[in-house]
């Protein structure tokens, strides 16, 4: 059966912003503090050190019930069992990853276009990530920024739960849900937080 999730402070990781042997300890202060589902996203790790560093988080989750969800690699997901996936649109087609990954795991989609919103509605998709809602210096090859204005859009079309994700901050977090979206999802604001134990306390105090 598929796992239950709650996405309302979503943490994306980034080892680039850390050191990989920092990252296990970094997730769980952010658990601590309130984070409710996590994506381990590594655009440069080896295979070897990907897998190995998933395990780390897996097992770390697993006690706080949180889901780690793996970014773009349906391989790493498999070779771990991952409660899921997270791609995008130029990543495994949808319909590809759910065949191998079967019913019962989480499967996010990203979405950068209204059009790509009607698309997912066809889809049995877990979630869509709104993607970027504020311009990042985290991820620069991103098409057009929705803005909260395009969150109520995306809320309103979409079937599906939605998560935010791109520039999203303490001070910007709050419109962004109270224009209806799920989650939040955030890399830098706590990948570089100097206590993310306490940063991500104050995120759930303001969502
Ligand atoms: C929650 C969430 N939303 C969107 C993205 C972006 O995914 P994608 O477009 O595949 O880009 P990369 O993350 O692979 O660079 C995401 N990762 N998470
Ligand atoms: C992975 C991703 N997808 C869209 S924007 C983004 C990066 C978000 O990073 P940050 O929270 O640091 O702005
Ligand atoms: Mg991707």
Same mark, same amino acid.
């Given at each position: 059966?598929?796992?239950?999730?709650?996405?309302?402070?979503?943490?994306?990781?980034?080892?680039?912003?850390?050191?990989?042997?920092?990252?296990?300890?970094?997730?769980?202060?952010?658990?601590?503090?309130?984070?409710?589902?996590?994506?381990?996203?590594?655009?440069?790790?080896?295979?070897?050190?990907?897998?190995?560093?998933?395990?780390?988080?897996?097992?770390?989750?697993?006690?706080?019930?949180?889901?780690?969800?793996?970014?773009?690699?349906?391989?790493?997901?498999?070779?771990?069992?991952a409660d899921g996936i997270h791609i995008g649109q130029d990543d495994m087609p949808y319909h590809i990853a759910r065949? *191998?990954? !079967?019913?019962? =795991? $989480?499967?996010?989609? &990203?979405?950068?276009?209204?059009?790509?919103?009607?698309?997912?509605? /066809?889809?049995?998709?877990?979630?869509?990530?709104?993607s970027p809602v504020f311009n990042t210096p985290t991820k620069t090859d991103t098409k057009t920024t929705f803005g *909260?204005? !395009?969150?109520? =859009? $995306?809320?309103?079309? &979409?079937?599906?739960?939605?998560?935010?994700?791109?520039?999203?901050? /303490?001070?910007?977090?709050?419109?962004?849900?109270?224009?209806?979206?799920?989650?939040?999802?955030?890399?830098?604001?706590?990948?570089?937080?100097?206590?993310?134990?306490?940063?991500?306390q104050k995120f759930k105090e303001i969502l």
């Amino acid at each position: 059966m598929k796992a239950s999730f709650n996405p309302s402070l979503y943490l994306v990781t980034d080892s680039t912003m850390v050191s990989i042997t920092e990252l296990p300890t970094i997730v769980e202060k952010c658990v601590l503090g309130g984070v409710t589902m996590v994506q381990l996203r590594e655009k440069t790790a080896s295979t070897r050190a990907f897998v190995s560093i998933a395990f780390q988080l897996k097992e770390i989750l697993a006690k706080y019930h949180v889901p780690l969800i793996i970014n773009d690699r349906i391989d790493v997901a498999l070779a771990i069992d991952a409660d899921g996936i997270h791609i995008g649109q130029d990543d495994m087609p949808y319909h590809i990853a759910r065949r *191998i990954l !079967g019913p019962d =795991k $989480i499967i996010g989609l &990203s979405v950068e276009s209204y059009k790509q919103v009607e698309e997912a509605n /066809l889809l049995d998709v877990d979630y869509i990530g709104i993607s970027p809602v504020f311009n990042t210096p985290t991820k620069t090859d991103t098409k057009t920024t929705f803005g *909260i204005e !395009g969150v109520e =859009k $995306i809320v309103a079309m &979409s079937k599906h739960r939605t998560v935010a994700i791109g520039g999203i901050h /303490l001070d910007n977090a709050r419109p962004i849900i109270k224009a209806g979206a799920n989650g939040v999802a955030v890399v830098s604001a706590l990948m570089k937080a100097t206590d993310p134990k306490k940063e991500a306390q104050k995120f759930k105090e303001i969502l």
